[in-house]
Every structure is written in structure tokens, then in C-alpha cells.
């Protein structure tokens, strides 16, 4: 499985006509191309930082739709006031859901780098130690694992039940982000957490 996620930087006051231009005009069609198996956006409204993240049942099939999607990106990005996107290629490395999602949901990302020739034994204590820990927190909902092997570089998407959950959980969430990093050898990059504004992903169980 693959995904493809495109960062817009967008004006906050043009955030929610974005997500509504997503989802009513722009996932119905993307959902209709062959191989895709799914549609997410998540914003930050402090900071305008949104990332809208299709899934592919293959990497040719992801491929295969990037020249008719470019400029349906731009123009979404132009609407929102955010210049040219950041468009990034991953394979989808773990996904684990304790149970779907529901309005309210909130995500913490966190991206992280490791040496390339390292990433299969940092995938692996992804699953064996993080996970594990990572369902004992307050409202835990699901956890992705995205990965580049060329770079080395991966972001982990945890989706909880509510705002309330994540904000209660912060320092439990970063203490164990600390270890696991130091275990897998990787350097955390950035942490940032978001509204899950669609969610619309019906990729399966890959532990």
C-alpha cells in the first residue's frame, strides 16, 4: 500500500473552504480512480499547515494518477492561499485501527529520520514497542506508519477520539516518543497535531 500526501500552507480564515472543496468535489473523483483506497485531510487552524493524504493499493497505481491530480493540487492550494504544495511519495508501512473515527477526531504527527539501511528494524520496534504502548493512551483510535526508503525519513500519525484525549495525554506521548526514537536510532524531525477534517480511508490491517 502507498500514499501520497500534499502539504498546503494555507491562510486559516480559507481553511474550511478548502476542506469543504475536498470533500464534496475533489474525493468523489479521486475515490473513482483505479487502485485508491482512500482520502484524508488534517489541519492546524493556528497555523494554517494542512495535509491532504490519498492511499493506493500500489505504487504504480499512485503513479499512474499524479499528472491528472497536479492541478487539481495547485488549484486547491491557490484557493487557499498557500503557494505551491508539498507533495510527498511513501509506502504505507503500518496501519492499525482500534476502531474507526468519529467527528472531533484529532491526529499528532510526528516525522522522523533513520539511517535508510536501519528503517526495516525501526519499522519493526514501530510495531512491537510503540504500538503497544501507544494503545494505552486516552482515547487511542489508530496509528499509521508512512516510510520513504530511499531517505530514510517516516511520519507516524496517531488518531485520537478528541481533542480533550490528546491534550491529556501530551507529555505521556512524548516521553514515549523519546524512547522509541532513541531505541530505533531515529531523529524526530518535527511533532505537530491536527483536526482530522475528512477521513475517508479504507486501507486494511497492516501490522
Known sequence: ??????????????????????????????????????????????????????????????????????????????????????????EIAVLHRD?????????RATWVKVDPANLDRSIDVYKLASLPRLEDLAGFCSASLLVDRASGRAVSSVTYDSQEAMDSNRDAAASMRSATAKEAGAEVLDVCEFELAIAHLRVPELT
Do not use: F
Open 1 to 90: 500500500m502507498y500514499a501520497r500526501s500534499t502539504t498546503i500552507n494555507a491562510k486559516p480564515g480559507s481553511i474550511d473552504a478548502g476542506i469543504a472543496q475536498l470533500r464534496d468535489e475533489v474525493m468523489p473523483m479521486i475515490l473513482d480512480m483505479d487502485g485508491c483506497i482512500g482520502l484524508s485531510m488534517l489541519a492546524d487552524r493556528e497555523s494554517g499547515r494542512c495535509i491532504a493524504t490519498s492511499a493506493w493499493q500500489s505504487e504504480e497505481a499512485m503513479r499512474a494518477t499524479d499528472e491528472a491530480l497536479r492541478p487539481i493540487r495547485d488549484r486547491i492550494a491557490d484557493m487557499m492561499g498557500g503557494g505551491t504544495p508539498t507533495v510527498e511519495e511513501w
Open 99 to 107: 476502531h474507526r473515527s468519529s467527528a472531533g477526531a484529532c491526529v
